[in-house]
């Protein structure tokens, strides 16, 4: 399993059918491709993906998200 799809499935408990789109959104932040994503880029994902999801969720949601995509490395 790759860790698009490993960020994904983790992603998928907190934001449903949003997620796909949401992550792919925050690696294009990033200026990272969802396909080439790898262990290096997840303190910079998650880190972005806290931010924007605070936006729409409980911030300690947010950090548990962020939290999740860091335990990847």
């Known amino acids: 399993?790759?860790?698009?799809?490993k960020v994904l499935d983790i992603s998928k408990q907190y934001l449903g059918?949003?997620?796909?789109k949401f992550i792919?959104?925050?690696c294009k932040h990033i200026?990272?491709?969802p396909a080439t994503l790898t262990a290096t880029h997840l303190e910079q994902?998650?880190?972005s993906s806290k931010n924007a999801a605070?936006?729409?969720m409980d911030e300690s949601k947010a950090a548990e998200l962020a939290q999740?995509?860091?335990?990847?490395k």
């Open 1 to 5: 399993m790759s860790v698009y799809d």
């Open 17 to 20: 059918p949003a997620a796909e």
């Open 24 to 26: 792919q959104r925050q």
């Open 31 to 33: 200026k990272i491709e």
């Open 45 to 47: 994902l998650a880190w």
């Open 54 to 56: 605070g936006l729409y």
């Open 68 to 72: 999740k995509i860091m335990s990847l």
